[in-house]
């Protein structure tokens, strides 16, 4: 159990900007939480804008200091939204989208179709149709099936697509078995160690009106070791030498991917941006030096590391119970709902009373969500003080995957979510009401 009060022990994990102030009240973007609670209700999630651009900045920063061709592609799955999009645009980030929906909500935001990268193993037709039809930069290709679709519509159309193709390494990222991707037993992308890689290569060329730009490779997340990178970008750079002495093909573009760590509880440490950035860097010059090949344009595609910090999960205490000699839970009115997060993925997170930042926590406490699942806890042995009925508990580093993973179940109606900056808070998202959930019914 910490000696410190949750201010200085969770400053790792919370948001740039927050504070206690005068009475332990936590303070985020110059913002009241408890003002927060009372004019837009809980559960509510509050995401700082100062951290999601400084985070912006750090990566670009980082990463052109480098790779002077270095650009970035925020990957949407992780949250979207339009007011995030707007920052993104104005931070001079591209954006990275799974689907038709995440595709319509950038441009919502107003990003620029040429920055956008279309990712996915079931891209369905009529989703390669329409980001054909907006002109969306690139299209990773994924696979077989996808490649024959979008030669057979480029030709249709007599328009030109760039597009990279996923290669799954055949690495292993050391990570949750949900979320590894770089194995050659993965759903994703073409696997190299078959000669499946080389094959899609050679078909692409062949295709009048595809340009491949370059390969993509995406090893999974949250990689807290740099090293899978390291060891991803010899293996494609090898693959890529050995295209260029086969085939003529030499790339212009590359992805080490996304996947780069956040630091969700206090004793976790994610290496800094600079550190994956050195790293990478140093590998992608290391592999083009030794097989004589041009150093690509490199787009990484950070998505949980952008916004994650950036998030504040804030609820109530609705029930709290004693279990004699057994364990304490304090339910909130939140939980599987708006983070299927720790069930999913046992994610840990920590917990905080947010009205109390200055009280060193002195019981162990389960904060057990509102749904009706067992498995519906979102912090198994939380250091909390005593709580009362209606208190608010912060979960910080809720900005990633939280919202993106929502859903309605038990009906509850999805959280707003607020953006602070500057002592200001703007409402980006209501929160749902009892009538939105009649709407879709006919
Ligand atoms: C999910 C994903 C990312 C982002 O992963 P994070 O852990 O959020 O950084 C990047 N690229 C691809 C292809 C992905 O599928």
């Given at each position: 159990m910490t000696n410190l009060p949750p201010i200085e022990a969770l400053s790792d994990v919370l948001p740039l900007t927050a504070h206690a102030d005068p009475d332990g009240v936590l303070e985020i973007g110059g913002c009241n939480v408890r003002d927060l609670a009372n004019e837009f209700g809980t559960p509510l999630y509050i995401y700082d804008e100062h951290t999601i651009r400084a985070t912006c900045r750090a990566y670009l920063r980082d990463y052109q200091a480098q790779l002077p061709g270095a650009r970035a592609h925020y990957a949407s799955k992780a949250w979207l939204s339009p007011a995030l999009t707007r920052i993104l645009v104005e931070e001079g980030f591209g954006l990275d989208v799974v689907s038709a929906g995440e595709l319509h909500v950038a441009l919502a935001g107003g990003m620029d179709p040429e920055q956008i990268g279309f990712h996915g193993n079931g891209k369905t037709r009529e989703e390669l149709e329409y980001a054909l039809d907006r002109g969306v930069g690139r299209i990773i290709v994924d696979n077989d099936d996808e490649l024959a679709v979008l030669d057979e519509l480029t030709r249709d159309r007599a328009s030109e697509q760039r597009i990279m193709l996923r290669i799954t390494?055949?690495?292993?990222?050391?990570?949750h078995a949900k979320t590894t991707?770089?194995?050659?037993?993965?759903?994703?992308?073409?696997?190299?160690p078959s000669g499946q890689a080389e094959a899609a290569l050679v078909r692409a060329l062949d295709?009048?009106?595809?340009?491949?730009?370059g390969f993509h490779i995406h090893l999974g997340s949250?990689?807290?070791?740099i090293q899978p990178y390291v060891d991803g970008i010899a293996t494609i750079s090898e693959f890529a030498a050995r295209m260029k002495q086969r085939h003529g093909y030499e790339w212009r573009e590359f992805s080490p991917g996304?996947?780069?760590?956040?630091?969700?509880?206090?004793d976790q440490v994610a290496p800094e941006t600079d550190r994956y950035a050195v790293e990478i860097a140093s590998a992608i010059d290391t592999a083009c030096d030794t097989h004589g090949l041009p150093i690509p344009d490199v787009h990484i595609e950070p998505g949980r590391s952008v916004v994650g910090r950036a998030g504040v999960a804030l609820y109530s205490v609705v029930s709290r119970k004693h279990i004699p000699e057994t364990r304490d839970y304090v339910t909130v009115d939140g939980g599987m709902a708006d983070n299927i997060r720790p069930a999913m993925y046992d994610s840990q997170y920590e917990a905080a009373a947010a009205e109390q930042m200055r009280i060193i926590p002195h019981i162990m406490v389960t904060v057990a969500g509102k749904f009706c699942e067992s498995g519906d806890v979102l912090v198994r042995d939380a250091h909390l003080p005593s709580l009362q009925l209606g208190e608010l508990i912060a979960i910080p580093a809720?900005?990633?995957y939280q919202i993106a993973m929502e859903s309605n179940y038990n009906l509850a109606l999805r959280p707003a979510i607020v953006m602070v900056n500057d002592g200001e808070a703007k409402l980006v998202r209501r929160r749902q009401t009892l009538d939105d959930l009649l709407q879709l019914e006919l």
């Open positions: 390494p055949g690495v292993d990222a050391q990570t991707t770089g194995l050659r037993d993965s759903k994703f992308g073409f696997p190299l295709a009048p009106f595809l340009d491949v730009t949250p990689l807290f070791n996304g996947g780069m760590a956040l630091t969700y509880t206090a809720s900005g990633a």
